[in-house]
């Protein structure tokens, strides 16, 4: 089985793990204090895990397939996807790049941690100068501040609910795959190299 | 089950279903953009004539359309109720008790941004509608082909992604059965906080990433006992081509572009 030339393996195990993610993309949960066009869902896991097992090239791939599979019935008309898609590289690729450097338990533990750090100080150039600009096509500016501020009546600015909801939340989420990977590698660890 | 139906695909050999996939994505891409270009009502009129030219000569039932509509009802009420109360402008009503105002300009902007939502909406699921899923894989492959000199993987992603859309259908079957068996065995994954319920997630986890990791193994065996050697000088079985079909959807094209372009000159309503 070992004598696969691995690039086929490799491919392969890539899209597997893309169509997982694509699965994982339908268990969401809903957030209670977020507007609800805002889910928690854990689909960055398969892409970690592919960042961590094949290297940062498949994590990003794994995002572009999962988001690519999604276009077929998306919601937004694309939108949605795209910002996932970003972030997603966002956190899989400074996480597979410093596990890569060093290949240690601690290693994978600062790439996640990298990972979300990158991810949710990102979101916030990311959303505030590109999807939100976009979806103020469809909705007033006002619309959607208004929409913070009956969760949080404090905020008065895009810049604020976005520092104050979003990049905490992105954080979290992080977070939350972070913790299922370092659950899940030690298992799935020896079949993803050929010896399960 | 979850309802996991990816692309919604409905067979047929209407007009649109026969033109070629390229043209179609990048009809698409060029519709989303006229829809944003759009300034006011006239356009939208223009655009309604040809989605109801769309629906019509692709041969879906109508109601199909607005399956997919439905989905997104929710949102979109929602965004119209918020456009229409909080968009400020010349108040002409207002909410008893509530205190709510709506504006000329409010009940404006909620249309035009129903009108834009709903036919962005429309327009892009009669492409989903009427090419499948591994067709418009086939498509965005050649599309991508240029932007191989420049290192994009093209034909690795239509690779990954043909198979990816032929195992999320088998993947969701098995999450679902994962599932069950595990609360059968006294699982929880309704209650408790985030932290416990992502915690809950890892036994439905293992089993499915395991299974996902043989299967590859199975499916990379299979396919390099068949030589499978990547995207160089790789033939396929159906040949893309161009046809007068093409050549309709070109024509309407640039008619709707000009209509739009017009409307937004010289229309003020």
Known sequence: MNKLTGNTRKLVMTAMLSAVATVLMFVDFSVPFMPNYIKMDISELPALIASFSMGPAAGVAVCLIKNLANLFRSQTGGIGELCNFFLGICFVLPAGLVYKMNKTKKGALTGCLVGAVSMAALSLPLNYFFIYPIYSKFMSMEAIIKSYQIIFPKVNSLFECLLIFNVPFTFIKGLLVAILTFALYKKIAPVIHGKG | ?269
Not at chain 2, 7 to 21: E, K, V
Not at chain 2, 136 to 147: A, S, V, W
Not at chain 2, 251 to 264: D, E, F, G, K, W
Request: glycine letters at 6%; proline letters at 4%.
């Open chain 2, 1 to 269: 089950m979850m309802d996991i139906t990816i692309g919604q695909f409905f067979p047929g050999d209407s007009i649109i279903h026969r033109m070629d996939p390229r043209t179609k994505i990048l009809f698409t891409m060029l519709y989303m953009i006229v829809i944003f270009l759009v300034n006011n009502f006239a356009g939208f009129a223009v655009i309604f004539l040809f989605i109801l030219a769309v629906i019509v000569s692709s041969r879906v039932p109508v109601k199909y359309y607005f399956k997919g509509l439905k989905t997104i009802l929710i949102l979109m009420l929602f965004t119209a109720l918020f456009n229409l109360f909080l968009t400020p402008g010349n108040t002409i009503y207002t909410l008893p008790y509530l205190g709510w105002t709506i504006s000329d300009s409010g009940i404006r902007f909620a249309a035009f941004m129903l009108f834009r939502l709903t036919f962005l909406l429309i327009g892009t699921s009669a492409l989903t509608f009427t090419t499948s899923p591994v067709v418009l894989t086939d498509g965005l492959e050649y599309l991508m082909r240029p932007f191989s000199k420049i290192g994009v993987p093209a034909h690795e992603i239509a690779m990954m992604m043909t198979i990816a859309l032929r195992f999320i259908p088998t993947f969701a079957e098995e999450t679902d059965r994962i599932k069950k068996a595990q609360s059968a065995r006294g699982a929880d994954f309704e209650s408790g906080s985030i932290l416990k319920r992502a915690k809950a997630m890892v036994p439905i986890l293992v089993p499915l990433f395991v299974g996902a990791f043989r299967r590859a193994d199975d499916l990379a065996i299979a396919m390099e006992a068949r030589c499978y050697r990547g995207g160089e000088g790789r033939t396929s079985l159906k040949q893309l081509s161009f046809s007068y079909a093409d050549i309709y959807g070109l024509a309407s094209a640039a008619i709707i572009l000009t209509a739009v372009i017009i409307c937004n000159i010289y229309s003020h309503f």
